[in-house]
């Protein structure tokens, strides 16, 4: 179904035509948009099971990091198929873990960030001005949406204490990174997530980000104590290491909101290992070693234990 998508960098158009074509080949999953980007193109989640709140996992948050955008549809893709077949995906069968705990893939939060650092400024549309002064000319690292806020430093979590630490660092201004505007949740990405979380309550969050081939799990005082062994059985089936992130991103992230404001269990993942934007030729081993961390993270907090 997906012939040669997996072998390039996914532009909007590819990503828009992926979710219709998983929709139309697996009635069963639930296809919808949960909001637009600046640029208008919309943010798509993908739904599968039935039931009470379930996993929420969310990639394409920076421009560059486009193999997560790529690593969710896969995931996607092979889910419904073991689903169609009634066959396990990596020993686990889909068909009866799904009864009662659905999750929900959000495979791109900032599809503009993703078609500036694929296809340059011109794809900025009237910001096309902005994006080429503010990249300096290279979009190809760009992380940030079109207005060049960096979403993953822009969500209500430790923001005043963000916002201090990039003053200190000297950003000041919107760019390819790290800005996180001067209010949260000022861009429809962030308050389309927000608002996803605040209607579904998932009781459990995980953001997919690139690089380094480590789990962060904790955030402030309200991190549920049960945090730890479910990083730990994460850690445990996909060989990352747990870690804290430091400086600039260690506040104003999507698991930092999560854990603070719905006081369930978030989780980073930092994908891959090398320099961004981590080569297409990474994918398919990437998603060799995650896909049963992938589908360890849909199951019940309850059942973790028992990949120990």
Request: neutral net charge.
């Amino acid at each position: 179904m997906f012939d040669g998508f997996y072998k390039q960098p996914p532009r909007f158009e590819h990503i828009r035509q992926a979710v219709c074509a998983l929709r139309d080949e697996y009635p069963f999953i639930h296809a919808f948009p949960i909001g637009k980007s600046v640029l208008g193109r919309g943010l798509y989640a993908l739904g599968f099971g039935k039931g009470g709140s379930g996993a929420l996992l969310v990639g394409g948050v920076h421009g560059m990091e486009w193999l997560t955008t790529m690593l969710l549809l896969r995931f996607a893709e092979d889910a419904a198929r073991a689903i169609s077949t009634c066959e396990p995906l990596a020993d686990i069968d889909l068909t009866h873990t799904l009864e009662n705990r659905p999750f929900t893939l959000i495979p791109c939060l900032n599809p503009d960030g993703m078609e500036i650092s694929l296809g340059g400024a011109g794809t900025a549309g009237h910001l096309q001005a902005f994006v080429e002064k503010a990249s300096g000319g290279d979009t190809l690292h760009w992380q940030a949406n079109a207005r060049g806020i960096d979403l993953n430093h822009n969500f209500d979590a430790g923001f005043e204490q963000l916002k201090k630490l990039e003053r200190a660092a000297g950003i000041d201004a919107p760019g390819p990174t790290r800005y996180g505007g001067h209010t949260p949740h000022s861009e429809p990405e962030t308050r389309a997530l927000v608002n996803f979380c605040a209607a579904f309550r998932p009781r459990t969050a995980y953001a997919f980000h690139s690089q380094g081939e480590e789990i962060y799990y904790r955030y402030g005082p309200h991190t549920p104590a049960r945090s730890q062994l479910m990083a730990q059985v994460l850690a445990s089936s996909c060989g990352y290491r747990l870690a804290s992130p430091e400086g600039t991103a260690s506040h104003g992230g999507f698991k930092d909101w999560f854990i603070d404001c719905m006081r369930r269990p978030g989780f980073t993942f930092e994908i891959g290992r090398g320099k961004n934007p981590l080569p297409i030729q990474e994918f398919e081993p990437i998603y060799a070693r995650l896909v049963e961390t992938l589908l360890i993270a849909t199951l019940p907090a309850a059942a973790h234990k028992g990949f120990l």
